[in-house]
T-cell receptor, first 112, second 110 residues
């Protein structure tokens, strides 16, 4: 248990569905991150939020839409995904001043 | 931005063997972390080690910041050590966002 939780842990969706991934941190951190990890590939940084403002967006397609309503919660809204979006989606958090990162368990997404 | 290289990319060991994983980085860093990603995908924090040496059981790590590298030592390896080991650094001159290496994939056979 790292203090970062993610739901759901597994998700299967069709290309026309809309779903959301949720991340919650209980560590008092002020920065939160979404990463994508495809099979046998390194981590890809998708989005970074600091104090609820988006500070990084690594050319992610618009079918991925992040939301950070407060410093403890982070969402990733998914719509009209493609099969190549199937991957492990990892959430992490850290504090800007002491930037040790902690990860959630991930959501394994399959797009049919 | 800062470059992070990990070696070797793949490592296969027999249970009980020792190993050394390396992380080289191209610039000065404020932060360096080692993670273990288990077969279920969870990234587990091993060490937060911007400089110096730390030990935790069979694992230890050393970062020589002036020479821009860090080493992770695994002694008496066990099958549960299998997985991918990532190094992540935060550049001194940049933002607080970590840069990850591509990882070392370790398989420990019984």
């Amino acid at each position: 248990e790292t203090g970062v939780t993610q739901t759901p842990r597994h998700l299967v969706m069709g290309m026309t569905n809309k779903k959301s991934l949720k991340c919650e941190q209980h560590l008092g951190h002020n920065a939160m991150y979404w990463y994508k990890q495809s099979a046998k590939k390194p981590l890809e940084l998708m989005f970074v939020y600091s104090l609820e403002e988006r500070v990084e967006n690594n050319s992610v397609p618009s079918r991925f839409s992040p939301e950070c309503p407060n410093s403890s919660h982070l969402f990733l809204h998914l719509h009209t995904l493609q099969p190549e979006d199937s991957a492990l989606y990892l959430c992490a958090s850290s504090h800007e001043d002491y930037n040790e990162q902690f990860f959630g368990p991930g959501t394994r997404l399959t797009v049919l | 931005g800062i470059q992070v290289e990990q070696s070797p990319p793949d490592l296969i060991l027999q249970e009980g063997a020792n190993s050394t994983l390396r992380c080289n980085f191209s610039d000065s860093v404020n932060n360096l972390q080692w993670f273990h990603q288990n077969p279920w995908g969870q990234l587990i924090n091993l060490f937060y080690i911007p400089s110096g040496t730390k030990q935790n059981g069979r694992l230890s790590a050393t970062t020589v910041a002036t020479e821009r590298y860090s080493l992770l030592y695994i002694s008496s390896s066990q099958t549960t050590d299998s997985g991918v080991y990532f190094c992540a650094v935060v550049s001194s001159g940049g933002s607080y966002i970590p840069t990850f290496g591509r990882g070392t994939s370790l398989i420990v056979h019984p």
